[in-house]
């Protein structure tokens, strides 16, 4: 398999970026605000120091992207791919935030979409880790078709074991956006 990590992806409303490790105060602009990880499992994530943890382990991850606005130009957030199993044709996106200011919008359905079309050129399912008392994050992964399948603990990068619901969606039950 040779599944290209971190492609520039695009669409009429997104641009999704490979994250270099000069993005550092550029994105903590966006994830400085504490009501972006109020739910999150590691809400604590807002605080500089941090912050500085999960963007390392993005950019050791190869696989992380920008998102862009791209309409606007605007840096609007951050997402990545992670845990690629070649045995499971199987790939993990998330570690996703974007700014309020594009809550409730298309935008994280656009930005998925790019993510899914191209994955699913490599793998046949996709996995999501979302903990359990981010009910944002919970809905909007459904309303893109992602069923639950488990729960587990685990460790973020740099971060303490949390529980997280585990969901998937299969190629065969993707519609093509």
Same mark, same amino acid.
């Given at each position: 398999?040779?599944?290209?990590?971190?492609?520039?992806?695009?669409?009429?409303?997104?641009?999704?970026?490979?994250?270099?490790? +000069?993005?550092?105060?550029?994105?903590?602009?966006?994830?400085?605000?504490?009501?972006?990880?109020?739910?999150?499992?590691?809400?604590?994530?807002?605080?500089?120091?941090?912050?500085?943890?999960?963007?390392?382990?993005?950019?050791?991850?190869?696989?992380?992207?920008?998102?862009?606005?791209?309409?606007?130009?605007?840096?609007?957030?951050?997402?990545?791919?992670?845990?690629?199993?070649?045995?499971?044709?199987?790939?993990?996106?998330?570690?996703?935030?974007?700014?309020?200011?594009?809550?409730?919008?298309?935008?994280?359905?656009?930005?998925?979409?790019?993510?899914?079309? @191209?994955?699913?050129?490599?793998? +046949?399912?996709?996995?999501? @880790?979302?903990?359990?008392? $981010?009910?944002?994050?919970?809905?909007?992964?459904?309303?893109?078709?992602?069923?639950?399948?488990?729960?587990?603990?685990?460790?973020?990068?740099?971060?303490?074991?949390?529980? $997280?619901?585990?969901?998937?969606? $299969?190629?065969?039950?993707?519609?093509? $956006?």
């Amino acid at each position: 398999m040779n599944f290209e990590l971190q492609p520039t992806l695009q669409d009429a409303i997104v641009r999704l970026e490979p994250l270099r490790t +000069d993005d550092f105060e550029k994105l903590y602009v966006i994830a400085c605000d504490p009501m972006i990880w109020e739910q999150h499992p590691n809400p604590d994530r807002y605080q500089r120091t941090v912050f500085a943890t999960y963007f390392k382990g993005a950019v050791d991850s190869k696989a992380a992207f920008l998102i862009y606005d791209n309409r606007t130009n605007q840096l609007i957030g951050c997402t990545r791919y992670y845990e690629l199993d070649e045995n499971a044709k199987s790939i993990a996106i998330g570690y996703t935030f974007l700014a309020k200011s594009h809550w409730g919008t298309t935008y994280n359905q656009a930005a998925k979409a790019l993510l899914f079309n @191209h994955a699913f050129k490599y793998v +046949d399912k996709l996995i999501f @880790h979302i903990g359990e008392h $981010n009910i944002r994050s919970q809905k909007a992964i459904t309303k893109l078709g992602a069923v639950q399948i488990g729960k587990i603990e685990m460790a973020y990068y740099g971060e303490a074991p949390k529980y $997280n619901f585990v969901y998937q969606i $299969n190629k065969s039950d993707w519609n093509v $956006n």
